[in-house]
């Protein structure tokens, strides 16, 4: 599918998960502070580059080591701060970073695929339109929880199984930063 067909203009969201897609995955682990987390490679570029795009870009991760007792919130808060930091230091901004800070079947469950945390984007940014967003994921939860909102969605090849398609898949946010520059 050509990105171009999906005629993204100024208006548009842009939603990103973070572990897989901005920064390196911890497989079976967490990145529960600021020295573990490591940007994938052009990831702050490729975020600047797509805050010329997008109107908004907010940053939308499952973080259920929180539930876990593994890290606290406050160790997020420090991780995303540090992330913010250095995608602004390279020309780009993130608008917000929402979490599921819950395990998963918890009562009160903000975990991707539900629609939580793009519920609160929105409430927050009325602007945002669904139709007129774009979701970048590399698990088959971010893919569902863009497509069960009526998003556009990336896929980034990851050793994941693959079991819902996305509207399109890359190789990194870098990979698809190009596509856009390229396409739109």
Not at 30 to 38: G, N, P
């Amino acid at each position: 599918m050509s990105i171009s067909s999906w005629n993204i203009d100024e208006t548009w969201t842009l939603f990103l998960d973070r572990d897989g897609v901005i920064n390196e995955r911890i497989f079976g682990a967490y990145v529960t502070r600021v020295s573990e987390f490591k940007f994938l490679k052009n990831a702050q570029e490729a975020i600047a580059a797509l805050s010329n795009v997008f109107h908004l870009t907010f940053v939308v991760t499952n973080q259920q080591g929180i539930g876990k007792g593994l890290m606290t919130e406050g160790n997020l808060l420090e991780i995303h701060t540090y992330m913010c930091d250095e995608v602004y230091e390279k020309g780009g901004k993130i608008n917000k970073c929402l979490f599921a800070p819950n395990l998963k079947g918890a009562d009160c469950d903000m975990r991707k695929p539900g629609p939580a945390m793009a519920e609160l984007a929105q409430l927050e940014y009325p602007e945002v339109q669904f139709d007129r967003c774009v979701m970048v994921g590399d698990t088959d939860s971010d893919i569902l929880f863009g497509k069960n909102l009526g998003m556009k969605t990336v896929r980034i090849k990851t050793e994941e199984a693959i079991g819902v398609e996305a509207d399109l898949t890359v190789s990194s946010l870098y990979e698809f930063s190009k596509k856009i520059k390229n396409e739109v």
